[in-house]
């Protein structure tokens, strides 16, 4: 029997980007809504007082009140293995990756360590409201297995995948371009497509892969041509003349990865902060997408994307943490933080896109866009029931706005884990605030 379920609340989900449509028509909102779930998917959505009607006698209905219920947030970059190292002192990107991510990224060799992370890891995403996300691992092919294990048990909508490195790194944390192509291969046939999982062939970033690994991962790209590659591109300026000097014959660092075969509507990458013109074109023309980092940038000193160009050229963007870089596991905080880095760029976004960016562009990047990121008829349900009242002052704040805008925005600007009241996954209630 199909299972139905009946949510009333305060509704608001995306329809499309703000930047095509202007922000009225970017999303749709009901004040007393209701979201018919059927076998965990959405069946219908609309006023409260319309469908109610509709219903079979005597049906239970859970009621959200005070809160505003929005589809789970999407985290479209960030690494598991480095939860424990987040909020790591004092170095940019490169000694940073040294000094605190390689030490502890070795630890995942051990299955065990991996596992406890990997719990560790859910546990933290529900407690933000992300539902779904782009995940690097290490290394190692254990600490994916791990990932997806975990994964799969809690029925979330995740990718992943190991870390292809064979150069510029610790012994102890390198494969080779052969190890590292049959590792993905296995680790994609047994997950890829497993239930609500999929594979990322994830090479960590240009100066660790030798042109060798990153062509064997391009013939792997070409073989399995629906997996995804997930990488890190033009994030510090260090790394960017790092990479124009190890692959001199390359136009620059998307080259690299063009050059690779690596470019495809399913590749993502981190940052893309020091992006020529040029480079965006050729984003926008292979459908890739960027995963936009704003506490990560914040944190490591790398940059300020530049949102605006991102949108003039038409090219895919979604919103990340970045942990262990990033400094929250919160959507939200993230939001306050890429309001703040666009200020400084003289570019004002409305909470609206801010939403986007946190859902159905984060879905639209990872070509999930069928699936989640919003509450159209058809899409899983996965949502978020945030808490007007959540804190004295959020409630002070939010009892004097006069419209949703300044509601969302004052929830965004104030808003991280506290607000997360209910977290469901697939119509199935998850989480729950003490
Ligand atoms: N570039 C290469 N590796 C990493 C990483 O682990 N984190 C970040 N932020 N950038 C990277
Ligand atoms: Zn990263």
Known sequence: ????????????HCLADPA??????SYEYFQDGLMIVKSGLVEAIGPALELLPKLPAGVSITHY???????????????????????SYGEQLLEWLETYTFPTEREFGDPGKASDVAEFFFDELMRNGTTSALVFGTVHKQSVD???TA???RRLRMICGKVLMDRNAPAYLTDTPESGYLDSKELAERWHGVDRLRYAITPRFAPTSSDEQLALAGKLLMEYPDLYLHTHLAENISE???VKDL?????????????????????????????????????????AGIAFCPTSNLFLGSGLFNLANAENQKVKVGLATDVGAGTSFSLLQTISDLYKTQQLRNHRLSPFKSLYLA????????????LIGNFLPGKEADFVVLDCEATPLIARRLWRSKNLTEKLFALQMLGDDRVVKHVHIMGEEVYRRK
């Open 1 to 12: 029997m199909d299972k139905l379920q009946i949510f009333r609340g305060e509704l608001l």
């Open 20 to 25: 095509d449509v202007g922000d009225d028509n």
């Open 65 to 87: 009140t005070k809160s505003l219920i929005v589809p789970g947030f999407i985290d479209c970059h960030l690494h598991y293995p480095q939860t424990e190292m987040i909020a």
């Open 146 to 148: 791990a990932f997806f």
């Open 151 to 153: 994964a799969q048990k």
């Open 240 to 242: 960017v003349e790092w």
């Open 247 to 287: 692959f001199p014959d390359r136009s620059g660092y998307l080259d690299v990865y063009a050059h690779h075969g690596l470019l495809t509507k399913r590749s993502v990458f981190a940052h893309c902060l020091h992006l020529s013109d040029d480079e965006f074109r050729l984003m926008h023309e292979s459908g």
């Open 359 to 370: 859902t159905l562009g984060g879905a639209h990047t990872l070509d999930l866009d069928e």
